[in-house]
Every structure is written in structure tokens, then in C-alpha cells.
């Protein structure tokens, strides 16, 4: 079994910033995405950032600039350092994480409990 959790949301004026942590615990082999991902209410869950074991980063048009993903893989560990955070960054942001179970080729996926931002204008 593989647990996910987050720290590190909270309340912040528009433009300040917030810096969000998601560890992995458990059985697993390897762990070769971490993700983030935020649900506004009544909005869908969507994609922010990811990275790569390799530090291969990915991020969506409305987090480039502004957001950093990072990872510490030593730590099973991934950061989201937000910056100019805007009240439309208002969500619940997830943690999500694929995991090699073994040495084979099966995975694991897992979603943390999420951690409230919320940004007042």
C-alpha cells in the first residue's frame, strides 16, 4: 500500500506566495511521475505540473512563470513553489503519484487528500 500526503496550503493574498509538499510512503519500487493537480468548485480536477524522475518538468499554460515543480527523490518528496498567486488559483491541490510496484513493468497510481489554497484578492 502507497500513501500520499500533502502539507502546506493555506490562506495568502493575491500575489504572495505558498509553497505546497506531497510525500510517498509505503511498498513500491520506484516512483516515476509526481503530479499536481487542482479542483476549483464545481470544476473538473486538471493538471498543473509534473515531473519526471529525470527532473523532466511539464507545466500548463497558467502555471508557467508563476509555478516550479520540483522533486527530492531521495525523500519520495515533490514541491510546487507558487508565485504571483492570483484568486483564480483558488482550489483543492492534489498530489498524485505513479509508482512502479517492482523491478517489473506494473505501476501504481495514487491520489493524496488534497490541501486547500485559497488566494483574497
Known amino acids: 500500500q502507497v500513501q500520499v500526503v500533502e502539507s502546506g496550503g493555506g490562506l495568502v493574498q493575491a500575489g504572495g506566495s505558498l509553497r505546497l509538499s506531497c510525500t510517498a510512503s509505503?511498498?513500491?519500487?520506484?516512483?516515476?511521475?509526481m503530479s499536481w493537480y487542482r479542483q476549483a468548485p464545481g470544476e473538473n480536477r486538471d493538471l498543473v505540473a509534473r515531473?519526471?524522475?529525470?527532473?523532466?518538468?511539464f507545466y500548463v499554460d497558467s502555471a508557467k512563470g508563476r509555478f516550479t515543480i520540483s522533486r527530492d527523490n531521495a525523500k519520495n518528496t515533490v514541491y510546487l513553489q507558487m508565485n504571483s498567486l492570483k484568486p483564480g488559483d483558488t482550489a483543492v491541490y492534489y498530489c498524485?503519484?505513479?509508482?512502479?510496484?517492482?523491478?517489473?513493468?506494473?505501476?501504481?497510481?495514487?491520489w493524496g487528500q488534497g490541501t486547500q489554497v485559497t488566494v483574497s484578492s
Open positions: 509505503g511498498m513500491f519500487f520506484s516512483i516515476p511521475v
Open positions: 498524485y503519484v505513479v509508482v512502479r510496484v517492482d523491478t517489473s513493468v506494473r505501476q501504481g497510481y495514487y
Open positions: 515531473i519526471a524522475d529525470s527532473g523532466s518538468t
